[in-house]
């Protein structure tokens, strides 16, 4: 029988960049749909769903990428403050790529969103790495 320590000391044993992928992968997801239920469904503006995902999902990266990846073992509310300032400004670069390939180039939101999304994975990865989470446990 497992039990929840062992499973999470089985997957710390996992490589960071795995970690990564997965539990960044469900926080896009989560987040794409968000945003895919905005646009399609209810039909709102791009910049209102793109401000509702953030709103929805950024606490919930945070935390779990803190935990979960990280390993975060520095001041929480350093980390959150340096976290939520990477996610900041990528919800300006975000904004900025969706006006350019939206309002200029005529592009489908959800594609352009889609795009964004697999253009940013990295550089999530090493902003958080570097720089939001730089005093966890390497």
């Known amino acids: 029988m497992f039990s929840l320590s062992k499973i999470f000391a089985y997957w710390f044993k996992l ?45 919930f990266s945070i935390l779990s990428m803190r935990s979960l990846v990280f390993e975060g073992k ?4 350093k980390e959150y403050a340096k976290a939520a300032f990477v996610y900041l400004s990528l919800l300006l670069l975000n904004y900025a790529f969706l ?18 999304t697999l253009l940013a994975t990295i550089s999530t990865f090493v902003l958080h790495n570097k720089f939001s989470f730089s005093s966890a446990k390497k």
């Open 15 to 59: 490589n960071k960049k795995l970690r990564f992928l997965l539990v960044g992968g469900g926080n896009t997801v989560f987040s794409f749909l968000i945003f895919t239920i905005g646009i399609s469904w209810l039909q709102w503006n791009y910049q209102v769903v793109l401000i509702i995902t953030y709103l929805l999902s950024v606490n």
């Open 74 to 77: 520095g001041n929480l509310a």
């Open 99 to 116: 006006f350019l390939f939206i309002d200029l180039f005529a592009w489908n939101e959800i594609v352009a969103q889609f795009l964004y």
